[in-house]
């Protein structure tokens, strides 16, 4: 059975780029913005789940596997709260610049270049994030399951993406890729985004069970993105496993 999600397409267009992830004023300044809400979200329901009631570092211990990496943007600021942080990319470019950031930040973090499919580790991780991700990867359901192998029993997977709506067409694709060029051109494509209904049912097949969902919602008066009940667009889901 073939067990390969990469779409080499999307690699290509990832690599190109590589050099630009830690520009907050380059083509992944979308994400610089996106962030901050990320890394709050993930800090505080990873508190609620494992009881956690430390002020300074509360992710001491806690070890995270990073699926689809990057440049580190969202590995760097976990690692700084404590966790164990390793990060996975199938692209060998967005790798190296995440193992050259490493020099100024100093941090410990371990990265590979590798899919989950071709990624070996051998202990299991408490919590795994596929953070806009999956709608870059071939099988969603496959790339879920494996990914699942990676993660404790009770541990906890963040998955994020985009919801497949006329609305999620003409904030995500049109306004954002065409019309305020926040993103490359080509960056997404709707026909691959995800409704939550379909991403439940994929992850309960890995024995995942849904716990939160929630909208991600941008704010162009605040300038900034904040979690919303809306969820036509942009979404995150916590799933524990059972």
């Known amino acids: 059975m073939n067990t390969n999600t990469i779409n080499q397409a999307e690699i290509e267009k990832f690599d190109k780029i590589a050099k630009e992830w830690w520009d907050p004023n380059g083509k992944f300044k979308p994400l610089h913005k996106f962030n901050p809400i990320r890394v709050e979200y993930i800090k505080n329901n990873i508190i609620e789940d494992f009881e956690i009631n430390k002020i300074d570092n509360p992710l001491t211990n806690i070890s995270i596997l990073d699926i689809g990496c990057g440049g580190g943007l969202l590995s760097e600021p976990l690692a700084r709260l404590g966790a164990n942080v390793v990060g996975i990319d199938a692209s060998k470019n967005n790798i190296s610049v995440a193992k050259h950031?490493?020099?100024?930040?100093?941090?410990?973090?371990?990265?590979?270049?590798?899919?989950?499919?071709?990624?070996?580790?051998?202990?299991?991780?408490?919590?795994?994030?596929?953070?806009?991700?999956?709608?870059?990867?071939?099988?969603?359901?496959?790339?879920?399951?494996?990914?699942?192998?990676?993660?404790?029993?009770?541990?906890?997977?963040?998955?994020?993406?985009?919801?497949?709506?006329?609305?999620?067409?003409?904030?995500?694709?049109?306004?954002?890729?065409?019309?305020?060029?926040?993103?490359?051109?080509?960056?997404?494509?709707?026909?691959?985004?995800i409704k939550p209904q379909d991403l439940e049912k994929f992850c309960n097949s890995s024995s995942l069970k849904l716990k939160k969902i929630d909208g991600v919602k941008f704010n162009p008066i605040l300038n900034k993105w904040k979690i919303s009940n809306d969820k036509s667009v942009n979404y995150i889901t916590k799933f524990r496993k059972i």
């Open 101 to 193: 950031h490493l020099n100024k930040s100093k941090l410990k973090i371990q990265y590979y270049n590798a899919s989950p499919e071709n990624f070996s580790y051998k202990k299991k991780f408490d919590v795994i994030l596929n953070m806009e991700i999956v709608e870059h990867v071939d099988d969603v359901e496959k790339f879920i399951n494996i990914s699942s192998k990676f993660l404790n029993n009770n541990g906890i997977m963040f998955v994020a993406t985009l919801n497949q709506t006329l609305k999620s067409y003409l904030f995500a694709i049109i306004g954002a890729e065409y019309i305020l060029r926040w993103l490359p051109i080509g960056t997404h494509d709707w026909n691959k985004f």
